[in-house]
């Protein structure tokens, strides 16, 4: 047997890891921070990409496309315009003084007047935002997991694609959201680059960014909440710094809660919230004497969370009956108060160990606290829109829950290799990612216009009193009835065909409304008059009258209802002109005076000019009404209707030469309308 050294095993020596990565770069290495940031503004981009070619929807009408001072010229003085009123002022009709959200109004005045009023834009910049959103909330969380990227991805792209935020990217008005998110964020990242750096600038640059977020939105006061706790549970911060920060935090938020009260405070106390805005104001009544506003709020919060895992059936608005009270032995109430008090518990038991399941927690509870209707009664009892922010606290808790199941000092290698070594994590949430993303761009499709998302929400939700609503008011206005009437024309549809369309759209707008009113007894306003114009267009003037009447009676200020009533006392004087002249005398009288203060409170709308040229006319005072039917013609130069009369006027002096002139300029303005 040989024993010479050349017959003995040699024993081979393992290269080391590094000399491994410096001939092959590609081993272990973790994906670059860029890069997963790009994929996320990418998805995110691209996502809502389908909303580019829709237009404005809903409140965006009041805010953007019809508001005076988003429309005014961008300048120093419309910015100190935007920053001492409400939210809603400059609308044609606003009483809506509660809301004071004056950096998201100068960005829509810059929009507007920068991309010309194109929606297509606005939808465009709405997507950039949530982008600029996914990116800065991926380095936040990198960082706070010291450069670990998969929670900080998995994270960021559960929360972009979740389909409860359609609402908030595909309404403009809901920029208001997004800056307030984006404010709060870049709040968070600058804390964290000054604790990094010990750069004041960071510092300035935080406070700066957490005045745009308050500014955008009032509920972004929970910030002064957030901000200490995202200090405690995700940095490792000295005292002092700790203190500086929180103290600037609370600076922050009370000198914006002085700003609005100081430009809030001289309005008129806002009108008393309605039911069929939020339904928790039921629980006062005797009706619902069994039930209970806080009872009935964390129900109502449970529903936000089936909502979030389950979000198949989403709608514009869940008003009543959509949603009911109810009161503590309810078991939806149960299950939601033993859910919260059990996170509760775990939170405080892990709070030495800075819990980041916890901290999740307790970003959803707190930043949903202004919202809730717990504490005290808002606007609406639930949207979509108020979920945003909170429900990053969740997509950070399931993520995480998930991620310390794993070993993790293992699985933060390249992405190929960690989604081997950690199967079950990115299944679960590359799953719920695919079909949130998959509903995510079908509802986008719903927010094209409001007929087309009024329409399908009224499906989903087929009691809501809101919708129903909304949408017989939307099927009843003279904007549908034109952009019907172009689509039909579009068609080659006949004249008839489109006066018949239009009618079957009044007797849906009638139905819906009715059945609102059946529901709840007290609609807004605008809801009585609406009726009230269906029955008038049946001839049942009686019936209008009572609904006109009790529009009025709800907005004594409102010159259409004023005007509407005294068409009723107009048609019902024709009526008994030839069989009672005398009674007809006393009912015009009652109609012009009607139309005089129609006329004092708008005195540039030409419809009550031409009523009460038509008094005058049936006083064969032809002068007057003359005078009338051309102020109205002057102040719109469109108005068929003061043509026609002064053509007819005209043809009764005698005065052929003149009825004929307005008689052409009336036939030139409807062919162009036909064309």
């Known amino acids: 047997m040989s024993n010479s050294i050349t017959d003995m095993p040699i024993e081979k020596e393992e290269m080391p890891v590094e000399q491994k990565k410096a001939l092959n770069p590609t081993i272990n290495s973790t994906p670059k921070p860029l890069h997963l940031a790009l994929v996320l503004f990418a998805i995110a981009f691209l996502l809502f990409s389908n909303t580019f070619q829709h237009g404005f929807v809903l409140d965006d009408i009041g805010i953007i496309k019809t508001n005076k001072i988003t ?32 950096f998201t109004k100068l960005l829509f005045n810059i929009e507007w007047n920068l991309f010309d009023g194109d929606p297509h834009l606005f939808h465009i910049l709405q997507a950039l935002l949530y982008g600029c959103i996914g990116v800065l909330l991926f380095f936040i969380l990198l960082e706070a997991f010291h450069k670990k990227w998969v929670v900080a991805f998995l994270v960021s792209l559960l929360f972009i694609v979740h389909p409860i935020h359609t609402e908030v990217v595909d309404n403009i008005k809901c920029a208001d959201e ?43 006061v929970t910030a002064l909440a957030l901000v200490p706790l995202f200090l405690y549970f995700l940095l490792d911060i000295p005292v002092k710094k700790n203190i ?28 008393a919230i309605m039911a069929s805005d939020n339904y928790l104001v039921l629980c006062k009544e005797a009706a619902f004497a069994n039930t209970s506003q806080i009872a009935s709020a964390v129900s109502t919060f449970g529903l936000y969370l089936k909502t979030f895992f389950l979000p198949y059936a989403l709608s514009s608005d869940y008003s009543y009956s959509t949603i009911q009270p109810v009161g503590f032995a309810d078991v939806g109430f149960l299950v939601v108060m033993i859910i919260c008090i059990s996170l509760l518990f775990y939170t405080v038991k892990q709070w030495q160990q800075k819990s980041v399941i916890g901290f999740g927690f307790l970003w959803l509870i707190i930043s949903m606290s202004i919202t809730s209707n717990v504490f005290f009664l808002i606007g609406t009892s639930f949207g979509e829109r108020l979920f945003f922010i909170p429900s990053l606290g969740i997509c950070l808790a399931l993520v995480y829950a998930l991620y310390e199941k794993l070993d993790k000092e293992k699985i933060e290698t390249s992405f190929a290799e960690t989604m081997q070594k950690a199967p ?51 099927l009843s206005g003279g904007e549908r009835k034109q952009e019907l009437a172009n689509e039909l024309i579009s068609l080659g549809y006949s004249q008839q065909q489109i006066e018949d369309s239009s009618a079957v759209e009044n007797q849906k707008s009638f139905a819906y409304l009715s059945k609102a009113l059946s529901i709840y007894p007290y609609m807004p306003p605008e809801g009585y008059n609406e009726i009230g114009l269906n029955y008038f267009n049946r001839g049942q003037l009686d019936s209008a009258y009572s609904f006109y009447h009790e529009a009025n009676i709800r ?26 002249l005398e009674e007809a005398n006393k009912l015009y009288a009652i109609a012009f005076s009607y139309f005089v203060n129609a006329t004092s409170k ?43 009369y002064l053509s007819m006027t005209y043809q009764n002096i005698g005065d052929t030469l003149q009825a004929v002139y307005y008689q052409q300029r009336a036939n030139a303005i409807r062919n162009q309308g036909m064309q």
């Not at 929180?246 to 914006?256: D, G, H, I, P, R």
């Not at 079908?442 to 909304?470: A, F, G, M, Q």
């Not at 907005?555 to 009672?580: C, E, H, R, W």
């Open 602 to 644: 708008d005195t540039s709308e030409s419809d009550y000019m031409n009523n009460i040229g038509c008094i005058y006319g049936n006083a064969n005072r032809l002068d007057s009404a003359l005078f009338w039917f051309k102020k109205a013609s002057e102040h719109d130069s469109l108005d068929v209707v003061s043509l026609q």
């Open 555 to 580: 907005d004594t200020s409102n010159p259409i209802f004023i005007n509407n009533i005294g068409t009723v006392y107009l048609n019902k004087a024709n009526a008994l002109k030839q069989s009672n």
């Open 178 to 220: 997004l800056l307030s998110l984006l404010g709060i964020l870049l709040a968070l990242r600058c804390i964290q680059q000054y604790i990094k750096k010990d750069v004041a600038f960071y510092f300035v640059l935080a406070i700066l960014s957490l005045l745009m977020a308050l500014f955008s939105k009032e509920s972004a």
């Open 244 to 271: 500086l920060i929180t103290a600037s935090s609370a600076a922050c938020v009370l000198f914006f809660l002085w700003c609005r009260w100081n430009v809030l405070h001289v309005y008129p106390e806002p009108r």
């Open 424 to 474: 079950q994590l990115f299944a679960i949430v590359f799953v719920l990612a695919g079909l949130y993303s998959f509903k995510t761009w079908t509802r986008n499709k719903d927010w094209v216009s409001d007929i087309i998302l009024l329409s399908k929400d009224i499906e989903t939700s087929p009691n809501s009193c809101h919708l129903l609503y909304n949408l017989g008011i939307k």
């Open 71 to 102: 429309e005014a010229s961008v300048g120093f003085e419309n910015a100190k315009v935007i920053f001492s009123t409400p939210h809603l002022s400059g609308a044609y009709h606003d009483q809506e003084n509660v809301i004071y959200r004056p």
